[in-house]
Nanobody, 126 residues
Framework: QVRLVESGGGSVQSGDSLRLSCAAS????????IGWFRQAPGKEREFVAA????????DYEDSVKGRFTISRDNAKNTFYLQMNSLKPEDTAVYYC???????????????????RGQGTQVTVSP
């Protein structure tokens, strides 16, 4: 059974950086699509970033462009979200998601992914 576990969250100050990790276990295959999402208190979960191995593209929500970077280490079966210049409005629970379906297109939809993590809290103070 595939399991995704996020880590790396914490409490930081505005302008600081964090790197979130998402470790995949129980899988011998390659995840062609990975995504990061977040949910702030009282708000709906929203898309943050996605990586599509086919065709090798990234996609970012406008408010994080230039600050966040999504990446992966296939050898470790681990995905990352590097977050720089953090702002208080980045405070949320962050979730990773992954899928192996060839031709998967709904990269901005958390529930469309076959595998989803339980989240890690990121808190940014002014």
């Amino acid at each position: 059974q595939v399991r995704l576990v996020e880590s790396g969250g914490g409490s930081v100050q505005s302008g600081d950086s964090l790197r979130l990790s998402c470790a995949a276990s129980g899988s011998a295959g390659t995840f062609y699509y990975i995504g990061w999402f977040r949910q702030a208190p009282g708000k709906e979960r929203e898309f943050v970033a996605a990586f599509s191995q086919r065709p090798g593209t990234t996609d970012y929500e406008d408010s994080v462009k230039g600050r966040f970077t999504i990446s992966r280490d296939n050898a470790k079966n681990t995905f990352y979200l590097q977050m720089n210049s953090l702002k208080p409005e980045d405070t949320a629970v962050y979730y990773c998601a992954a899928d192996r379906t060839v031709g998967f297109v709904n990269v901005r939809s958390f529930n469309a992914y076959d595998y989803r993590g339980q989240g890690t809290q990121v808190t940014v103070s002014p």
